[in-house]
């Protein structure tokens, strides 16, 4: 007899207890057969008994982990969105030139929006199925967070002072950039074509502000138009 996904999984679990791995084990068999099948076929292309199948357990185990189809849909959006989140992360580490490292995590973006499964499941799929307050919720913690940081650096590198409204107001414009870029992208039938126009548009606005940052130019003062 063979093992289900769900037990080859389990036996590779240390530090637990047989059940606990199992029921660990289940859950993540379920979550990586229905990040595939929701990539290939989309959300509503994809039935839980094609789900069950694939990770060879009963409906009643997805069940005992799930309430459903968009609960399961759920949890593999937060698994690919956090991965891509994750990758943009790494490519702004470091202490380099911050104009540098924000094109770095410009570049790794734009390559996690090409991914099938973040294409499909995070950018497509996303809003509909999860309704699209709850996904740009999803989103503001995870692609906002890294514009925020991209924002601060460059902010910083241009000695500008800015209060933390100002700076959110900044991080909002380039974010609303950002996820209409990655929308662009991910849609496009030619995604690589479509991300190099996205790379230099983004980069000619950056160029611009750090040409004014190296000219010495200062921000004007909002306080003198109110």
Same mark, same amino acid.
């Not at 593999?76 to 969105?81: D, I, M, N, P, R």
């Not at 740009?136 to 902010?155: K, P, Q, Y």
């Given at each position: 007899?063979?093992?289900?996904?769900?037990?080859?999984?389990?036996?590779?679990?240390? !530090?637990? @207890?047989?059940?606990?791995?199992?029921?660990?084990?289940?859950? #993540? &068999?379920?979550?990586? $057969?229905?990040? *595939?099948?929701?990539?290939?076929?989309?959300?509503?292309?994809?039935?839980?008994?094609?789900?069950?199948?694939?990770?060879?357990?009963?409906?009643?185990?997805?069940?005992?982990?799930?309430?459903?189809?968009?609960?399961?849909?759920?949890?593999?959006?937060?698994?690919?969105?956090?991965?891509?989140?994750?990758?943009?992360?790494?490519?702004?580490? !470091?202490? @380099?030139?911050?104009?540098?490292?924000?094109?770095?995590?410009? #570049? &790794?973006?734009?390559? $996690?929006?090409? *991914?099938?499964?973040?294409?499909?499941?995070?950018?497509?799929?996303?809003?509909?199925?999860?309704?699209?307050?709850?996904?740009?919720?999803?989103?503001?913690?995870?692609?906002?967070?890294?514009?925020?940081?991209?924002?601060?650096?460059?902010?910083?590198?241009?000695?500008?002072?800015?209060?933390?409204?100002?700076?959110?107001?900044?991080?909002?414009?380039?974010?609303?950039?950002?996820?209409?870029?990655?929308?662009?992208?991910?849609?496009?039938?030619?995604?690589?074509?479509?991300?190099?126009?996205?790379?230099?548009?983004?980069?000619?606005?950056?160029?611009?502000?750090?040409?004014?940052?190296?000219?010495?130019?200062?921000?004007?003062?909002?306080?003198?138009?109110?």
């Amino acid at each position: 007899m063979t093992k289900s996904a769900a037990g080859r999984l389990a036996a590779k679990v240390p !530090g637990t @207890g047989r059940r606990a791995q199992y029921s660990a084990s289940t859950r #993540r &068999a379920l979550v990586d $057969v229905a990040e *595939q099948l929701f990539t290939e076929h989309g959300y509503a292309g994809t039935s839980l008994d094609a789900i069950v199948a694939g990770a060879e357990v009963t409906k009643g185990a997805l069940y005992h982990h799930f309430s459903g189809k968009q609960a399961l849909f759920e949890a593999v959006f937060e698994k690919v969105e956090g991965a891509g989140s994750q990758q943009t992360q790494e490519a702004l580490r !470091g202490d @380099g030139d911050p104009w540098e490292r924000a094109m770095a995590g410009l #570049r &790794a973006f734009l390559a $996690v929006v090409r *991914q099938p499964s973040y294409s499909r499941i995070v950018v497509q799929d996303g809003p509909s199925v999860l309704g699209h307050e709850r996904w740009r919720e999803h989103e503001e913690r995870s692609t906002f967070s890294n514009v925020v940081e991209i924002v601060r650096a460059v902010l910083a590198a241009g000695a500008w002072q800015v209060d933390e409204e100002m700076e959110q107001t900044f991080a909002r414009i380039f974010f609303g950039a950002m996820s209409s870029a990655g929308t662009s992208v991910s849609t496009s039938t030619d995604a690589d074509t479509e991300a190099e126009r996205v790379e230099l548009a983004i980069g000619f606005i950056l160029s611009g502000l750090r040409t004014l940052s190296e000219q010495g130019a200062e921000l004007p003062d909002l306080t003198a138009t109110s």
